[in-house]
């Protein structure tokens, strides 16, 4: 599948920012953080910045944006649809706590949990937009809404780690935080990848074309001599070397860095300590902005069948 | 609305393609573009028409494909266009209800004015049924001819979409594939018609017949003929031919 990458901005900027607002919202309703800390309203603000500038990065993929409205009907029926829905009403309880917070100097709880439940449900919603989707076997599997709900909640961890420390907060709790969902993520993508590898989707060109009863099923001359709108957006190919080494990059930078940086800095002097939380930050970014460019890049579409591949 | 109809209509309008006959022709590609450039869902636009990376939008392609091996393989042109699926999910994922599908006679459309191009659709159509128009912005994708089959204007023996008027072979057929007495049906049932990738569960209303089986060869291969000795100038331009 084509990489769009307001669509890979969109799904790695948006998980950032629900998982950072998650966290703030949760650290909040533990006690751990009075109302009016700078952390606090840096986070908020980042959060839902993050959040926002997905969202608006998304409707950069559509060919009429002024229609966008539209896209909120649908919900009884499309994950599209229901995402955009919940991504509305998320910001509801997340501009109430953010307003209690910030100027009423104050907790709200209910705003609190609603956000957290927001967050959670829009990026599940975000996940089974893909997940949803049966010819396309990387997408529709078990793995992809944990990993889109692990990697959301480890982006916001990395960015909350960066803003404590920036904030003089040093404190073991989001180093363990970062750790431990940065460990699972990459299980769950060396996982997915196993999967990935390790078998093939139903179809096939002789179901694709009913002729198997005849025989094994080879394409002779394709119907244009050019490329087209389904080879180029469902027929994105990249090279397996490519892909091998993204992947590499992706665990690397996305994963291995991050988590090595944010324990070590729990061992160095302050200021290091926060060096080490940015490039651990600005790591993961980049590691994550490749897993989910390979998300897209590496899902084979089942069209592709008539256009001789022979697996999808 | 995204939902599909709650209670499928009996009719269920769409084509029946024997794959026995066609000769991959693209008549009926080309003719579909021809009349749907100015149809319901027009333009079909073209990118760059004239020049090299010509790109454009069309909703019938004819693919040729080798099925099997040795004296048992053959060539297979393989018309491939909108199936007009009884539950697609083209028709669900669409988050504005652009897409749609009717309940009166099952055709699935797309309705211009409210598509926000989002593309979601052309991913959820195992088949490749649908093309986004760069320049309009939107999804295309064929139209079963509606404003040709049910176009009082035109000629009854006309009112048929536009790939199955042109067929030159006759190897397209339209019909009513919900009733179990049409042409169509009686056809799919007699030739063993098939639904496209069923594993996928969009159950299909479009059926493909399959190529028949070779006929067996009545006449034994032609034995090789007895060697008869030639003598004199023949003999010897056997021996100078053989060398």
Same mark, same amino acid.
């Given at each position: 599948?084509?990489?769009?990458?307001?669509?890979?901005?969109?799904?790695?900027?948006?998980?950032?920012?629900?998982?950072?607002?998650?966290?703030?919202?949760?650290?909040? =309703?533990?006690?751990?953080?009075?109302?009016?800390?700078?952390?606090?309203?840096?986070?908020?603000?980042?959060?839902?910045?993050?959040?926002?500038?997905?969202?608006?990065?998304? =409707?950069?993929?559509?060919?009429?944006?002024?229609?966008?409205?539209?896209?909120?009907?649908?919900?009884?029926?499309?994950?599209?649809?229901?995402?955009?829905?919940?991504?509305?009403?998320?910001?509801?309880?997340?501009?109430?706590?953010?307003?209690?917070?910030?100027?009423?100097?104050?907790?709200?709880?209910?705003?609190?949990?609603?956000?957290? =439940?927001?967050?959670?449900?829009?990026?599940?919603?975000?996940?089974?937009? *893909?997940?949803?989707?049966?010819?396309?076997?990387?997408?529709?599997?078990?793995?992809?809404?944990?990993?889109?709900?692990?990697?959301?909640?480890?982006?916001?961890?990395?960015?909350?780690?960066?803003?404590?420390?920036?904030?003089?907060?040093?404190?073991?709790?989001?180093?363990?935080?970062?750790?431990?969902?940065?460990? /699972?993520?990459?299980?769950?993508?060396?996982?997915? %990848?196993?999967?990935?590898?390790?078998?093939?989707?139903?179809?096939?060109?002789?179901?694709?074309?009913?002729?198997?009863?005849?025989?094994?099923?080879?394409?002779?001359?394709?119907?244009?001599?050019?490329?087209?709108?389904?080879?180029?957006?469902?027929?994105?190919? /990249?090279?397996?070397?490519?892909?091998?080494?993204?992947?590499?990059?992706?665990?690397?930078?996305?994963?291995?860095?991050?988590?090595?940086?944010?324990?070590?800095?729990?061992?160095?002097?302050?200021?290091?300590?926060?060096?080490?939380?940015?490039?651990?930050? /600005?790591?993961?970014?980049?590691?994550?902005?490749?897993?989910? %460019?390979?998300?897209?890049?590496?899902?084979?579409?089942?069209?592709?069948? *008539?256009?001789?591949?022979?697996?999808? | 609305?995204?939902? #599909?109809?709650?209670?499928?209509?009996?009719?269920?309008?769409?084509?029946?393609?024997?794959?026995?006959?066609?000769?991959?022709?693209?008549?009926?590609?080309?003719?579909?573009?021809?009349?749907?450039?100015?149809? $319901?869902?027009?333009?079909?636009?073209?990118?760059?028409?004239?020049?090299?990376?010509?790109?454009?939008?069309?909703?019938?392609?004819? $693919?040729?494909?080798?099925?099997?091996? $040795?004296?048992?393989?053959?060539?297979?042109?393989?018309?491939?266009?909108?199936? $007009?699926?009884?539950?697609?999910?083209?028709?669900?994922?669409?988050?504005?209800?652009?897409?749609?599908?009717?309940?009166?006679?099952? @055709?699935? #459309?797309?309705?211009?004015?409210?598509?926000?191009?989002?593309?979601?659709?052309?991913?959820?159509?195992?088949?490749?049924?649908?093309?986004?128009?760069? @320049?309009?912005?939107?999804?295309?994708?064929?139209? #079963?001819?509606?404003?040709?089959?049910?176009?009082?204007?035109? !000629?009854? @023996?006309?009112?048929?979409?536009?790939?199955?008027?042109?067929?030159?072979?006759?190897?397209?057929?339209?019909?009513?594939?919900?009733?179990?007495? +049409?042409?169509?049906?009686?056809?799919?049932?007699?030739?063993?018609?098939?639904?496209?990738?069923?594993?996928?569960?969009?159950?299909?209303?479009?059926?493909?017949?399959?190529?028949?089986?070779?006929?067996?060869?009545?006449?034994?291969?032609?034995?090789?003929? !007895?060697?008869?000795?030639?003598?004199?100038?023949?003999?010897?331009?056997?021996?100078?031919? +053989?060398?």
């Amino acid at each position: 599948m084509h990489p769009a990458l307001s669509i890979v901005f969109f799904t790695t900027a948006s998980g950032a920012g629900y998982g950072l607002l998650v966290l703030i919202a949760w650290a909040a =309703l533990m006690g751990h953080h009075a109302p009016q800390t700078h952390f606090g309203i840096t986070g908020l603000v980042i959060g839902l910045g993050l959040v926002g500038a997905g969202l608006l990065s998304s =409707l950069g993929h559509l060919g009429h944006p002024e229609r966008a409205w539209r896209a909120l009907t649908q919900w009884r029926s499309s994950w599209l649809s229901r995402e955009g829905v919940m991504a509305i009403l998320t910001f509801v309880p997340a501009f109430a706590f953010a307003g209690f917070w910030i100027l009423g100097g104050r907790i709200a709880p209910l705003a609190a949990w609603l956000t957290i =439940l927001g967050a959670v449900l829009t990026t599940i919603c975000t996940a089974m937009i *893909y997940a949803s989707l049966k010819p396309i076997r990387a997408w529709r599997n078990p793995w992809t809404v944990p990993i889109y709900l692990v990697l959301a909640l480890y982006s916001g961890a990395l960015l909350a780690a960066l803003l404590l420390n920036v904030h003089g907060l040093h404190g073991p709790f989001v180093a363990f935080l970062v750790a431990a969902t940065g460990i /699972v993520g990459a299980v769950l993508k060396l996982g997915y %990848w196993a999967f990935l590898d390790g078998g093939q989707a139903v179809s096939t060109p002789e179901t694709a074309t009913g002729l198997g009863s005849i025989g094994k099923v080879t394409m002779l001359d394709p119907p244009n001599t050019e490329e087209n709108y389904l080879l180029k957006e469902m027929g994105y190919r /990249v090279a397996r070397k490519h892909a091998a080494r993204l992947r590499s990059i992706a665990l690397l930078l996305g994963f291995v860095v991050p988590v090595a940086l944010s324990v070590l800095a729990l061992y160095v002097a302050p200021v290091a300590a926060t060096l080490f939380a940015l490039m651990a930050a /600005v790591s993961g970014a980049i590691g994550i902005l490749a897993e989910r %460019w390979l998300f897209f890049a590496e899902a084979k579409h089942t069209v592709t069948l *008539y256009y001789g591949a022979s697996r999808a | 609305m995204t939902d #599909l109809p709650k209670t499928a209509g009996a009719k269920k309008l769409g084509l029946v393609i024997d794959l026995d006959i066609c000769v991959g022709c693209h008549a009926c590609a080309v003719n579909c573009k021809e009349w749907n450039d100015g149809g $319901h869902m027009a333009p079909l636009t073209d990118l760059n028409p004239y020049g090299k990376g010509v790109d454009g939008v069309w909703f019938n392609r004819v $693919h040729s494909f080798e099925a099997g091996d $040795h004296e048992c393989g053959r060539t297979v042109h393989f018309p491939r266009s909108c199936l $007009h699926c009884e539950t697609p999910d083209c028709v669900t994922v669409c988050p504005t209800g652009a897409s749609y599908k009717r309940e009166e006679d099952g @055709i699935v #459309l797309v309705n211009g004015d409210t598509c926000i191009g989002c593309k979601l659709c052309s991913w959820a159509c195992p088949y490749g049924a649908r093309e986004y128009d760069e @320049i309009d912005g939107v999804m295309k994708k064929c139209t #079963l001819c509606i404003d040709r089959i049910y176009n009082e204007t035109m !000629e009854e @023996i006309d009112r048929i979409p536009a790939c199955v008027s042109t067929c030159p072979v006759g190897a397209r057929h339209f019909g009513d594939l919900g009733d179990p007495e +049409s042409k169509v049906s009686t056809l799919v049932a007699e030739r063993g018609g098939f639904d496209l990738m069923s594993e996928m569960g969009y159950r299909p209303v479009n059926k493909y017949l399959p190529p028949r089986a070779p006929m067996k060869q009545s006449a034994p291969a032609l034995a090789p003929s !007895e060697e008869v000795a030639a003598k004199g100038f023949l003999a010897w331009l056997d021996r100078m031919l +053989s060398r």
